[in-house]
């Protein structure tokens, strides 16, 4: 278990308190500090390396038992690298040359830079990462390599990027790549072209969206073709260290931003299968989080992540600062929640943003773990605490693995791209129904797994799968989600399923073939005047919000489970061992906008049919005040839960059995009823407690 804290990003905090703070930053129980190794900083001089500052500090770390992770900060260029190639400048969507300047909360360096297409660029970035690998691989600190921090690429632009003419030329060897020449593209995008000139990548949301699409597309895998180039030249140099990046935050929340299209800094799923570990940043009450929200970034992550490693890249350290706006404070406590919240749901690691508060720009005054919010010594005592516990269990820890999960909720980038493709960055229907889903199985206490398409090997642990807003859906993963069904599982698809090709065309629902689960689509209708639809499984009614449209469905070997004005709205297919749920709406997106027990009442239903099993029931919570995961440590059962401090919970154990050994890790207390558990949650709302 990693247990660190960020302390510097160039130039601050000032030299005369570095010697100060890290003998601090290891009496707070810390064992990590990271540090940002800034390109523009170290090479301000071409092929001159000033490492001083970062030796000094590694030395200083290692006298202090604290282990260093590197976060190589190479989209932050120098300034000569443009000087000496003019022609390597970023392009926005309107073909201006971005200009670059420095990010809005450092110091130095460039951004966004030289296009991350042009060799000349990533020649001299291998340059860069190549000296530091060599350079700091061989000291006694180093821990890791965070290879790409958020991996950012496009920030302080006026406009969409990249549209360089490197760009452009990787964009035509991509689709090379997909469609074999220039013919191919012209079969697929259903044009006429005489060269490569002609083809174009799509521009800005509102016009056609096969070009918008493919482009979106290259963006997202050529971020992961750009992760690889940076583990494989840090590797080359340093073959002994783990080397993992993190995200902003999770692809399943990346519906684009100002001047971001969505998923352009990569897909998660495909970053992390590169790297040793995978993370992503989180500031609750920077941006609003509940601690559901948060658990949702979390759950997304560890998915991503797979059977590697993930951690939670920057928590939150102190009250925020938004220019001359302030935000809440972070109390002991809640950190505390988010910290333990994590591990339960299986962290390896967390890393505090920051240690002092930030003196730069609009994060002045802001974020510091010991920074000037009036909670500081809290923080300190807290994480102190914290510390104690985890090198007390620091083995049992290392070893717990949160259960499997038995359900899961389908992430379809080219929904997102498709959607972006219409409404740019207003477009968030195809997120908040990923997200409405997520929160739903949150709320029914249900561990889940996302997927994505091109990362399906836990879907054979699944009983219940979900595909929100599935307009556009991979035939490869729509077959395997067939078979899938087929060997005994149980879908339930929204509207609308694969209505557009992977060039982004609509396909008539008559053309559609069932889309391999035969189902028959006849067709969008309006929203009912109600804004219901009832529906009717197993004898049960329930009723339910709609959303956005209705999908009406031909009912030829299908049973009805709604009807308006007379026509199928949803229905039931057998198929193989298994059943397809279709329901002509989007449940998640309307739970998203408002809580709706009666999709909570209709998940919950079809998690009994599929045959989930409730591993723990915390009776009278619903997931958004408390939060649990179950697990195993060797032979212990091991239970993390979330709440309010020093309340009492009940919690259900259907497969407690007898036990013979229990104990509370934390500070907080249990005892055995029967089949239950009463525990005393801590002063910071944490229990963690292990049996067997």
């Known amino acids: 278990m990693l247990l660190g804290v960020q302390y510097y990003r160039p130039p601050s905090p000032d030299l005369a308190q570095w010697e100060h703070d890290i003998a601090a930053i290891a009496r707070a129980g810390f064992d990590t500090v990271q540090l940002w190794l800034i390109w523009g900083w170290v090479e301000a001089k071409q092929g001159e390396y000033e490492w001083g500052d970062y030796d000094r500090l590694m030395d200083l770390a290692h006298a202090?038992?604290?282990?260093?992770?590197?976060?190589?900060?190479?989209?932050?260029?120098?300034?000569?690298?443009?000087?000496?190639?003019?022609d390597a400048a970023m392009v926005d969507h309107l073909g201006r040359v971005t200009p670059s300047t420095t990010r809005v909360e450092a110091q130095v360096g460039v951004t966004p830079g030289g296009s991350f297409d042009d060799p000349r660029v990533l020649a001299h970035m291998r340059d860069f990462l190549d000296a530091a690998a060599r350079h700091f691989g061989p000291h006694p600190a180093l821990e890791a390599w965070d290879c790409w921090n958020e991996n950012r690429w496009a920030m302080e632009g006026d406009g969409y990027l990249d549209y360089s003419p490197a760009s452009i030329r990787a964009f035509h060897s991509w689709l090379v790549s997909r469609h074999g020449d220039l013919d191919g593209v012209a079969r697929a995008w259903r044009r006429r072209f005489a060269e490569w000139d002609d083809v174009q990548p799509g521009r800005k949301p509102g016009l056609p969206y096969t070009d918008l699409v493919a482009f979106q597309r290259f963006l997202t895998e050529r971020a992961t073709t750009h992760l690889r180039f940076r583990r494989d030249t840090i590797?080359?140099?340093?073959?002994?260290?783990?080397?993992?990046?993190?995200?902003?935050?999770?692809?399943?929340n990346s519906a684009g931003s100002l001047f971001e299209q969505p998923l352009?800094?990569?897909?998660?799923?495909?970053?992390?299968?590169?790297?040793?570990?995978?993370?992503?940043?989180?500031?609750?009450?920077?941006?609003?989080?509940?601690?559901?929200?948060?658990?949702?970034?979390?759950?997304?992550?560890?998915?991503?992540?797979?059977?590697?490693?993930?951690?939670?890249?920057?928590?939150?350290?102190?009250g925020g600062r938004l220019g001359h706006h302030v935000l809440p404070a972070v109390?002991?406590?809640?950190?505390?929640?988010?910290?333990?919240?994590?591990?339960?749901?299986?962290?390896?690691?967390?890393?505090?943003?920051?240690?002092?508060?930030?003196?730069?720009?609009?994060?002045?005054?802001?974020?510091?773990?010991?920074?000037?919010?009036?909670?500081?010594?809290?923080?300190?005592?807290?994480?102190?605490?914290?510390?104690?516990?985890?090198?007390?269990?620091?083995?049992f820890l290392d070893a717990y693995r949160p259960e499997a999960a038995q359900v899961g909720v389908m992430f379809l980038p080219d929904t997102y791209y498709l959607e972006w493709a219409q409404d740019g960055n207003d477009g968030r229907?195809?997120?908040?129904?990923?997200?409405?889903?997520?929160?739903?199985?949150?709320?029914?206490?249900?561990?889940?797994?996302?997927?994505?398409?091109?990362?399906l090997s836990r879907l054979d642990d699944l009983k219940l799968l979900v595909l929100p807003w599935p307009l556009s859906v991979p035939p490869a993963a729509l077959a395997a989600v067939a078979a899938w069904v087929e060997r005994g599982g149980l879908l339930l698809t929204e509207a609308d399923l694969a209505a557009f090709d992977e060039e982004a065309f609509y396909r008539p629902p008559g053309s559609r073939g069932g889309s391999g689960l035969g189902l028959r689509s006849l067709g969008r209708r309006e929203l009912p005047t109600s804004g219901t639809l009832s529906l009717e499984l197993d004898g049960v009614t329930f009723l339910l919000p709609a959303a956005s449209w209705l999908e009406q469905y031909d009912?030829?070997?299908?049973?009805?489970?709604?009807?308006?004005?007379?026509?199928?709205?949803?229905?039931?297919?057998?198929?193989?061992?298994?059943?397809?749920?279709?329901?002509?709406?989007?449940?998640?997106?309307?739970?998203?906008?408002?809580?709706?027990?009666?999709?909570?009442?209709?998940?919950?239903h079809l998690a009994e049919r599929a045959g989930v099993t409730f591993s723990a029931r915390v009776p009278g919570t619903d997931g958004t005040t408390v939060q649990w995961r179950r697990g195993t440590s060797g032979d212990w059962s091991v239970l993390f839960l979330i709440g309010i401090p020093h309340s009492e919970l009940v919690v259900h154990l259907p497969d407690l059995g007898a036990v013979t050994d229990i104990e509370e890790l934390t500070d907080g207390c249990v005892s055995v009823d029967s089949d239950r558990l009463v525990v005393g949650l801590s002063a910071w709302g944490v229990v963690v407690v292990r049996w067997r």
């Open 235 to 252: 590797r080359a140099a340093d073959p002994a260290h783990p080397i993992s990046a993190h995200c902003g935050e999770p692809s399943v």
């Open 429 to 455: 229907q195809a997120r908040e129904s990923v997200l409405g889903w997520m929160r739903v199985f949150e709320e029914l206490q249900l561990p889940y797994e996302v997927l994505d398409p091109d990362h």
């Open 264 to 318: 352009s800094r990569g897909n998660d799923f495909a970053h992390a299968a590169e790297l040793d570990g995978y993370g992503c940043s989180s500031f609750p009450h920077l941006e609003g989080m509940s601690m559901l929200d948060l658990g949702l970034r979390i759950e997304a992550t560890r998915s991503a992540a797979g059977e590697r490693p993930f951690w939670l890249a920057e928590l939150q350290g102190g």
């Open 64 to 86: 202090s038992g604290l282990r260093v992770v590197i976060s190589t900060i190479a989209e932050m260029q120098p300034a000569w690298l443009l000087r000496r190639h003019p």
């Open 555 to 604: 009912e030829t070997d299908a049973r009805v489970l709604a009807r308006d004005a007379g026509r199928p709205v949803a229905v039931e297919r057998a198929l193989g061992a298994g059943a397809v749920v279709s329901v002509g709406t989007f449940l998640g997106l309307a739970h998203s906008r408002a809580s709706s027990p009666s999709v909570l009442r209709f998940a919950g």
């Open 331 to 395: 109390r002991a406590d809640e950190q505390q929640r988010w910290l333990w919240n994590g591990m339960g749901r299986g962290a390896k690691g967390t890393i505090i943003w920051q240690w002092r508060d930030e003196v730069l720009g609009r994060e002045s005054g802001g974020f510091g773990f010991v920074g000037d919010d009036g909670h500081a010594a809290d923080r300190v005592e807290a994480m102190a605490r914290t510390s104690e516990l985890l090198a007390s269990h620091s083995g």
